[in-house]
């Protein structure tokens, strides 16, 4: 039994030995989502310190790590790492602050295997979105100044200066914004008077921090609803009437 463990521990040593000997250590590059296929990411010779030609003799090839797409690949005249394959970020890692893609450069002749970590950025392609296009809200016309109207926030699927980074409330007799984080409310800043306006609509955007900047809109429509502030009253004619019925009472 001991000659077996003893057996076992030598040849997982060697193979450390071995796996050691083979890899030569990471290279790491970051480059932004979206880019063309055949566009650069970097000089996987020069970065390694072989000539142009040693990597075509090597049969230098890119493997990839736990995942059947390549996104990048060698030009072998080169010695240049090019994107492969589309990168969409969002569909790849979705709303992680970090997005990094593991493949494995391999050379033969000797062997060596060198990890390659690509560290990809997000680029401003998506533009904020509210869950709806039209926000409904009933607003009794009785409602106090200062009230205030919570309003779902909207979705951006970049990340960091690229998500949402404020709103803006399109000028309006009756109402302001108020936002806070992510808790976006209205505030009734004039009051209403159904028998003047019943009904009001209002234009909401959300715009992100990137460069070109995008926008996202949705219209908020307020129904006014009656409350009793206003006593009966009688028309001129409706007097005259009233008081002549009376009158023919008393003859």
């Known amino acids: ?62 493997d990839t790590d736990g995942s059947d797409t390549r996104y990048c690949d060698i030009n072998l005249d080169n010695g240049e790492l090019i994107v492969a394959e589309r990168i969409d970020r969002e569909v790849l890692c979705g709303g992680k602050a970090s997005c990094i893609l593991k493949h494995e450069l391999v050379l033969e002749n000797p062997l060596e295997l060198h990890r390659i970590s690509l560290h990809i950025q997000d680029v401003n392609d998506n533009s904020p979105q509210f869950n709806e296009e039209l926000i409904h809200i009933e607003i ?59 009904e009001i609509n209002l234009l909401l955007t959300a715009l992100d921090g990137g460069s070109p900047q995008r926008s996202g809109t949705v219209v908020i429509h307020v129904t006014v609803l009656d409350a009793n502030d206003n006593a009966p009253l009688f028309s001129q004619f409706g007097c005259g009437i009233a008081l002549f019925s009376k009158l023919s009472g008393l003859l």
């Open 140 to 198: 009794q016309e009785s409602a106090d100044r200062g009230a205030r109207y919570v309003i779902e926030e909207a979705h951006d699927a970049d990340i960091g200066q690229n998500s949402v980074q404020q709103y803006s409330l399109k000028k309006n007799d009756h109402f302001v914004l108020a936002a806070n984080g992510n808790t976006i409310e209205l505030v009734l800043d004039k009051e209403l008077d159904r028998e003047k306006q019943h």
């Open 1 to 62: 039994m001991d000659s077996k463990i003893a057996l076992f521990q030598t040849c997982g040593f060697n193979f450390l030995l071995l796996w050691l000997r083979l890899a030569y250590g990471d290279m790491s590059y970051s480059f932004p989502e979206e880019m063309k296929r055949g566009s650069l990411i970097g000089h996987v010779a020069k970065d390694l310190g072989l000539g142009t030609g040693a990597l075509s003799s090597r049969r230098a090839r890119i």
